[in-house]
């Protein structure tokens, strides 16, 4: 009974620049009286059929965008004799779709971490159930991922956990209530011991994969103690505590690594944090700004973020701490206008923010704005490829539409096309040169240009192109630019580097 874990993907760019780290969490997972998994990461290259045989069993990790892919592959294997097995935040929310078009004999729901085992031991029993309960596991108790199973010299950046669940409760957003509002942490220790590991094999960059690397903030803590709150004090400043400790461990790392992570704005004023954050050498941080104006925040339930110059001073506060920005906006919110592309392009340019990413608001299954459109949308007659909109994942992709809800002011088109043109403007050749100025040498100004590049080419064009021709030149770009690119983010392995005391 063999094992393979598939990151499914309509797209394989050869090169990848993040480690998909649940792929190797679940090969830790795996008891070794199976032999180690077979990982397949799709955005590397393609599954190969042939190597799946009658009762291996294939793991297969979904979200809603690769729900599709996810589900040929399951039907396919399958047919082969294998035992079909979904997990992820898709299936999680739609169980029963893995049955339907997955070929699924079993779907895990929550957290992968302990039950995996279960659910091999009993399918080597034959007593396999139809769904099984992960739910939130501890964070004492997330597996430390399987990096000894990477394959050499395909990725850009390792990538780390510290915690799982963010506190707020964006409502376009599902980590809060899939992760939980109760931040889970690891303890430093393990983090450390898995960067150590990456480190001794040439990984420089390293994501730290959190939902939100700062879940404390001081404004948390002055309301709590404006209550009078003893517990909930007490509570937040444990964690809060736990997450110096980590960083303090993260500074006594070798001065070559580069972490980066996501965090909310909030801690822009937390300039006690902003420091450790700079001597744990967490160089980078991508921060959701959504909207530049305080109606677009209010309609997302972000209003704890900052808009318009104050905006512009709190982004700046985390480039005077060596924090560099990818800012997050969000096009097709109800308050947006026809200006609102060209307002959010000059500030994301004025804001000294490093990169940006501008997305298309799509209802998220499993949030509270999906949630709405749901029930809006009930008595819409709409079928694309004999599919509501509401099930937009299910459409073909040739057929799938790139905005999904009316908006008041602006048409499809207008908001498609006025979020590719800000990608344009942000990520022209002498807007990225500008901003390359914060780097001294030349070679690392050529750098940040061509990774500009592949960042646009990859996340960009390949999402928002109408034409697939558009789609499968950016990708065919993305793959030429990813190898040189790779070898700008590693260096010499240090195998003999140990856990810092
Ligand atoms: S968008 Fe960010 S801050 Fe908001 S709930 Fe999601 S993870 Fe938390």
Redesign the pocket.
């Known amino acids: 009974m063999r094992i393979h874990l598939v990151n499914p993907s309509d797209i394989a760019f050869g090169t990848a620049v993040i480690t998909p780290r649940w792929l190797y969490v679940l090969a830790a997972a795996t008891p070794a009286q199976y032999g180690d998994p077979a990982v397949i990461d799709e955005t590397l290259d393609a599954i190969n059929l042939d190597s799946i045989v009658p009762g291996d069993v294939v793991g297969i990790g979904i979200h809603t965008f690769n729900a599709l892919r996810g589900y040929e592959i399951g039907r396919e294997v399958r047919k082969r004799g294998a035992v079909v097995v979904f997990g992820g935040i898709h299936p999680t929310l739609y169980p029963e779709e893995s049955f339907e078009l997955g070929g699924a004999h079993a779907v895990v729901k929550g957290d992968g971490d302990r039950v995996w085992s279960t659910v091999l031991a009993d399918c080597q029993a034959g007593s396999l159930k139809a769904t099984y309960e992960g739910g939130r596991v501890g964070g004492a108790s997330f597996q430390s991922a399987r990096w000894d199973l990477l394959p050499a010299d395909r990725y850009m950046w390792g990538s780390v956990q510290t915690l799982r669940g963010?506190?707020?409760?964006?409502s376009?957003?599902?980590?809060?209530r899939t992760d939980g509002q109760q931040p889970r942490q690891r303890t430093a220790d393990a983090v450390v011991r898995e960067i150590v590991e990456l480190r001794r094999m040439g990984f420089r960059f390293i994501l730290l994969s959190d939902?939100?690397f700062y879940p404390v903030t001081v404004e948390d803590l002055r309301l709590a103690e404006r209550q009078g709150n003893t517990a909930r004090i007490e509570s937040l400043q444990e964690i809060r505590r736990e997450r110096f400790e980590l960083m303090d461990r993260l500074a006594k790392l070798p001065d070559d690594l580069v972490f980066y992570t996501?965090i909310?704005m909030e801690a822009a004023e937390d300039t006690e944090f902003l420091k450790a954050m700079n001597r744990a050498k967490i160089r980078g941080a991508l921060v959701?700004v959504e909207s530049v104006t305080p109606e677009g925040l209010k309609s997302i339930f972000?209003d704890f973020n900052y808009a318009g110059e104050n905006l512009v001073t709190r982004l700046k506060e985390f480039r005077k701490h060596g924090v560099h920005i990818l800012g997050s906006f969000i096009f097709g919110l109800p308050t947006d206008k026809s200006d609102t592309f060209d307002a959010t392009a000059d500030l994301a340019q004025r804001a000294d923010i490093a990169f940006a990413q501008f997305i298309m608001l799509t209802p998220f299954p499993g949030t509270v704005d999906f949630a709405k459109w749901e029930e809006k949308m009930a008595s819409d007659p709409t079928r694309v490829g004999g599919y509501p909109l509401t099930r937009f994942w299910l459409i073909p992709r040739e057929l799938r539409p790139k905005v999904y809800a009316p908006h008041p002011a602006l048409s499809p088109e207008q908001i498609r096309q006025g979020t590719q043109s800000t990608w344009d403007r942000f990520y022209s050749i002498p807007a990225i040169w500008e901003r390359a100025s914060i780097i001294k040498s030349l070679r690392g100004r050529l750098a940040f240009v061509l990774i500009s590049k592949l960042y646009r080419q990859m996340y960009a064009n390949t999402g928002i192109a109408t034409d697939s021709a558009r789609a499968s030149r950016s990708a065919q770009w993305a793959r030429w630019l990813a190898r040189p690119c790779r070898r700008l983010f590693v260096a010499a392995p240090m195998p003999d580097l140990q856990v810092p005391t």
């Open positions: 963010c506190p707020k409760h964006c376009f957003c599902s980590v809060w939902d939100n996501q909310t959701g972000k």
